[in-house]
């Protein structure tokens, strides 16, 4: 067996959740079970995308994995330990962990956006000088302009507000970073601005993100791991380019991304087009290209 490969078995998950289960108000009457045996490992490094349609449970497992929300059953490690015992143990712990929540009017509550990102830093004891190096960083990461940081929270449009509540992580630069739909509401080049230095993010300081996200396309592009819920329950965890086969996306029932959905609809009405795992526009231009005889006629035939 090749030495990296034992290497990797052996390392303790940085995030573990295991045969986790919730049910909101268990000791009454009206009581909610949401989430039934969920189970990952999620190493330094990894960039997961949550999937699922409304009502699946991200939001809930998202605030458990934060911290905000006890397991009814089941745990969340961090480093080996249960999450409550890890954020109780080291005051510092608290900072290694940071979350936004699926509306960021719930996060922001200080009068300017300055103030507001600065918060974490405080907290954390840092200097003045340290703080304002982060919150320079963190604007900068979410892709607003400086101009934005002497502004007040409430002249603030939906989508800024979002861009602030992110910075306001940023600036603590935790080691896992759980983000409830980011980019719900942000325009196409701010959500790319955002993920981009995400994943970066990520890749350089071995940290962990969490992203829920409805959008398929997001995850494919970003991420490298991905779990999907139904009804409360996993349905899939793996690589993401596992998810991407289309056989997965098909088995779960999963909308296909539109390149993906066009070579299939082609494929339908009778051309012989191989469509596993395009997800790319480019990938799928190719092929379409292809499909036109741009490809000396050896390989793709019009049926
Ligand atoms: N505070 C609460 N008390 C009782 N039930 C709740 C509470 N919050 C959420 N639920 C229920 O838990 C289930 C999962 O909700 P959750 O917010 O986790 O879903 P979600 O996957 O994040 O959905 P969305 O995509 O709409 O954000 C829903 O059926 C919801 O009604
Ligand atoms: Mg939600």
Redesign the pocket.
């Known amino acids: 067996m090749p030495m990296n490969k034992i290497k990797t078995q052996d390392k303790t998950p940085a995030l573990e959740v295991e045969d986790l289960s919730f049910t909101?108000?268990p000791d009454f009457n009206y009581k909610?079970p949401?989430?039934f045996g969920i189970s990952f490992k999620l190493f330094p490094g990894d960039f997961l995308g949550v999937v699922?349609?409304?009502?699946?449970?991200?939001?809930?497992?998202?605030?458990i994995m934060s911290g905000l929300l006890k397991a009814t059953s089941g745990a969340v490690l961090v480093k080996g330990m249960e999450i409550s015992r890890f954020l109780k143990k080291d005051k510092s712990n608290r900072f290694k962990i940071s979350a936004t929540f699926?509306s960021p009017e719930d996060q922001l509550f200080l009068e300017t956006v300055y103030k507001d990102i600065a918060f974490g830093p405080y907290n954390m004891g840092l200097s003045h000088e340290e703080t304002k190096k982060r919150v320079i960083n963190a604007i900068n990461f979410v892709g607003l302009d400086k101009s934005f940081l002497d502004q007040g929270i409430f002249e603030l449009s939906g989508g800024e507000k979002r861009k602030v509540a992110i910075a306001g992580i940023i600036a603590i630069g935790p080691e896992i970073l759980i983000l409830?739909?980011p980019t719900a509401g942000l325009d196409y080049n701010s959500s790319q601005i955002i993920l981009s230095n995400m994943k970066k993010y990520c890749k350089t300081r071995g940290s962990i993100f969490v992203l829920?996200s409805?959008n398929l396309k997001e995850i494919a592009k970003y991420t490298n791991k991905a779990l999907v819920?139904r009804n409360?329950k996993q349905v899939f965890f793996g690589n993401t380019s596992e998810l991407l086969k289309l056989s997965t996306l098909e088995k779960l029932k999963l909308p296909l991304p539109d390149p993906a959905d066009i070579l299939v609809q082609l494929k339908k009405i009778g051309y012989n087009v191989e469509v596993n795992d395009i997800f790319s526009t480019k990938e799928a231009s190719e092929k379409v290209y292809e499909l036109l005889g741009h490809n000396d006629g050896k390989n793709v035939k019009l049926l």
């Open positions: 909101y108000n909610n949401v989430l699922g349609e409304s009502g699946s449970g991200k939001s809930t497992l998202v605030r699926q409830d739909e829920v409805h819920l409360g």
